[in-house]
């Protein structure tokens, strides 16, 4: 081994093709302990012979890369997952006897993955579709998994159909595209055959599908459980997790341009907020009901598509999901993460959901295809955080070393004065009787009870604002457009008659068609009431966790940005300081201010709102730079607030934007900008903007 010097003056070894050859810190070895010696060149015959067999270190190096990738979920293959905790803050002992439920101020170590579903592993963050929201908890009697969405309801009502939702909403089979995508014919071909997905379908179509962040998404445990106390009493059970930051969600034009700008753009919020000690926080809240109140519904609360509308049953706050710590590794732990429907834990049952019982059998088949082993609840990241004792041995990847001859049950080794092993006990986890009818015939059967597809749907939209409403059509519109079959089109349009009559012809007429007729239902659809939990839009704003993209030249004035930044950090938001060139502006009084992002690599898509503070020669630079008038022009038309100095007029101008009453005179209105970050003025869109 040669050295040669650094520039930095010091000794860095180099091997005999000048390779770099470092030192210090811990012993590189291989997987299985033994030190290594050279890890950037294989053993050879002769400096320029061929490579040996025997080189231990190259075939391990080469044999995991080789295995080092996993096949990828079939769905929810793109997730991003952070650490944290369960705290209880209201105690339900009277409904569960479980024991996260038990005392006010219990905690339990929690690991969430939020995802895609119809992407790949590679697709982007932001593509229109269903975001999933799986939880573990790590408790005291074993994980539970609240395996959700952030979506209440489902496509289907019978477990049978998910290989055909998937594969239809998935890149069409002889082409292989479109990615992450439902806006192609096999989707809406399933679809407008399965009329109770109409429900699901009109939220897949709001805003809800495309969210502002992870952090500001609601997610649902979908299906109806049971919760049971120490008694043996039980009730219903619909799980909800409610942000503290709010719901909020781009707009479709946003998300298009986001997607080109940052793919991981939900990735890297959730990671960056994490980092920064702004750490995402969701209140657990449930809707508890009994038989004689599921009897009184106009719908199957066993029915996956379906809701129960919290105007009816009320959600009842108790407890909160914090996430504090982002993973070590992504592969480890985020991609390793196995959620499985039947971790569930003592004082929680299943109901007799169709849907979720196929579940029950789909998840561990699953994950035992996609990491190999049957002893996969021995990663780290799925491992219980409770002592774990059965008499499940060997298998492929076994990592425990269990001890003694007692592997099987019943045995009378403890009278030998041998280990006996772990026994069954009475306050063991204990599946409640069947509500289903006594003597049930074996049947492959539909319950009439779930034969209304389009009541739901029709609340659902009638319960959204004029502008949610709006954007519902134009997401149809979009998707139908890129529909080729005609038939399909046509089906799609008579099943929105069942809907609503309004929403039908303003599709109908965006896609120059002419409305059908409307295709028969199964059971005549009911005028519900309309809730205001079903809205985005009705719901209070909230400041806390949003981003304002600050956008300045040379010459800005430094009191009126700290004046911003001031305001912004009060109220819990964050500013990104932005400038044309990554190396940052020199400020009026002569000051280097640095920055996070240049212009032409944060457009204003990637903020909630923006500022503009330059001097008159800065702005007038910029009336020149394509970035500069795409990030004001877009700011404008997704309905952002604005804030501005005097100076960025010149900039407005030449983008063709005449200031609104959204637009916020800087210093002064710096106050005011800051309450708008979470709100937008969408008189703009109104106006065609």
Known sequence: MTKKPSDDRSEIPFGTGGETQQRGGPVLTT??????SDNQNALKAGARGPTLLEDFVLREKIF???HERIPERIVHARGSGAH?????????PDLSRASLFAKKGAKVPAFV???????????????????????????????WDLVGNNIPVFFIQDAMKFPDLVHAVKPEADRGFPQAASAHDTFWDFVSLMPESMHT????????????SFRMMEGFGVHTFRLVNAAGDWCFVKFH??????????TWDEAVKISGADPDYLRRDLHDAIENGDYPEWELGIQVFDQATADSFPYDILDATKLIPEEVVPVKIIGRLVLDRNPNNFFAETEQAAFLPTNIVPGIDFSDDPLLQGRLFSYMDTQKSRLGTTNFHQIPINAP??????????????????KGRANYEPNSLAEAGEDGGPRASDQGFITLASIAEPAAEKQRIRADSFADHFSQARMFYVSQTEVEQGHMADALIFELSKVKLEHVRGRVLGQLRNVDEGLAAKVANGLALDLPPAVAPAREPLDLDASDALSILKKPPVVKGRTLGLLVTDGADEAIIKAVTEAARKAGATVKIIAPKVGGVKTKAGKILAADEMIGGAPSVLFDAVALVMSKTGADALTGDKAALDFVSDAFAHCKAIGNTPEAAALFA????????????LPQGADRLIQKLPERNWVREKKGM
């Open 385 to 402: 955080r409770c002592p774990m004792h059965n008499f499940q041995r060997d298998g492929m990847m076994q990592t425990m070393v269990p």
């Open 64 to 66: 995991h890369f080789d």
């Open 201 to 212: 379908v009109m939220w897949a179509m709001s805003d809800r599908a495309i969210p502002r």
């Open 31 to 36: 997987n299985h302990g033994v030190p290594i």
């Open 241 to 250: 997790w409610k942000p503290k930051l709010g719901v909020q969600s781009t």
């Open 84 to 92: 944290g905790f369960f705290e209880c803050t209201t105690p339900i």
């Open 113 to 143: 993955r939020f995802s895609t579903v119809a992407g790949s592993k590679g697709s982007k963050d932001t593509p229109r579709d269903v975001r999933g929201f799986a939880v573990k908890l790590y408790t005291d009697e074993g994980n």
């Open 654 to 665: 030449k983008a063709g934007i005449k200031p609104d009453d959204w637009f916020f005179g």
